[in-house]
């Protein structure tokens, strides 16, 4: 029997922000407490962009014996349909297993395809330009699965080859599409980026423009994999979000780069020498005071360096997280370096 192949939630950009901080992970201490290196760069990742249409998640799989057709949620037949979809599916039925047959064999694979897209069009959503459209499946990504719930096991594959638009089957990659390099060392450089790319979607839908129809898109939705692991966020614009786009648009890239100016400025060795020594005197250097150690330069620089502060335009509050991040990548190394070589 077929069993519903879900498709994973999307992120919001914060979520693979804190994803792509784990690389400082190295392990675990003999008491199970989680270790980081401070030290270790965080991965600079390409990802790539697609239009994110105003329809209904569905999908149409393959199972080895036979074709079925799923919501976001179950298995749907055109009796117990959503939105029209499994209907659409059984009119078009040699062309979804014709689809089907060629990511078989293209593959080779004896796993469950799945194909997901965005069901779209007349009817299906309001307010977008894409309801324009007559009711049209957009084809965002492919996977071979094996497994169900908690045991699944996803391989997802390139989606370019496939297409079917004589049969309203389309690709979402034909259509206007976008790279972005983003250092997750400083991802806020890139939130405005990402804010104008996703206005202008939003204010000149580029899928529906392609059949001749002008109106508001909703978003974007960026992929890339690292190390295996994939990694997918979306931003949606201000009539879409909950979370409104604009607050992303606030970023002043000026004032980080100042910020962060400041802060290589401010916490050198020198300084973090002073701390240890406050912090332990003569007592032995331990990684679990690290933050009595973050605290005194945090205070230090305060005190201390107050008027460059003021002539930058900043504030405690802009620069302490950026204070502190360098604080523990310093006394870090000096900790490893002491481990190391005594």
């Avoid at 912090?279 to 150690?293: R, S, T």
């Amino acid at each position: 029997m077929a069993k519903h192949k879900n498709y994973p939630s999307i992120e919001q950009f914060r979520n693979v922000c804190q994803e792509m901080a784990k690389a400082e992970f190295v392990g675990l201490d003999s008491e199970g407490n989680p270790i980081y290196d401070r030290n270790k760069p965080k991965p600079i990742v390409t990802f790539k962009g697609t239009v994110k249409l105003h329809g209904t998640n569905a999908a149409v799989a393959w199972d080895g014996d036979k074709m079925f057709v799923q919501s976001r949620t179950q298995i749907i037949t055109p009796q117990n349909d959503n939105a029209g979809f499994a209907a659409f599916v059984e009119s078009k039925r040699s062309a979804f297993l014709s689809l089907l047959m060629n990511i078989a064999n293209d593959t080779k694979t004896e796993k469950t395809i799945v194909v997901y897209g965005e069901w779209a069009g007349q009817s299906i959503q309001k307010g977008v330009a894409i309801c324009n459209l007559p009711k049209s499946f957009f084809i965002f990504d492919i996977c071979l699965v094996e497994g169900t719930g908690e045991d699944i096991q996803r391989e997802w594959i390139d989606i370019k080859p496939y297409r079917d638009p004589d049969n309203n089957i389309y690709n979402i990659e034909d259509y206007p599409t976008w790279e972005m390099e983003i250092d997750f060392n400083n991802p806020a450089l890139k939130q405005n980026d990402l804010a104008e790319i996703t206005l202008a979607v939003e204010a000149e839908c580029p899928v529906s423009k392609a059949f001749g129809f002008s109106g508001i898109g909703e978003g974007v939705v960026w992929k890339a994999t690292v190390n295996g692991n994939r990694h997918v966020f979306k931003v949606k614009g201000e009539k879409h979000s909950v979370t409104k786009v604009k607050t992303l648009a606030n970023v002043d890239v000026d004032k980080i780069n100042s910020i962060v100016e400041f802060a290589d400025y401010a916490v050198n060795d020198s300084r973090v020498d002073q701390a240890i020594e406050n912090v332990f005197g003569p007592e032995p250097i331990d990684i679990k005071k690290m933050g009595d150690v973050i605290r005194w330069v945090v205070n230090d620089v305060a005190k201390e360096e107050s008027d460059t502060l003021a002539k930058n335009n900043l504030t405690d509050k802009d620069v302490n997280k950026y204070l502190s991040d360098r604080v523990r990548k310093i006394f870090t190394k000096k900790l490893n370096d002491k481990f190391l070589h005594g």
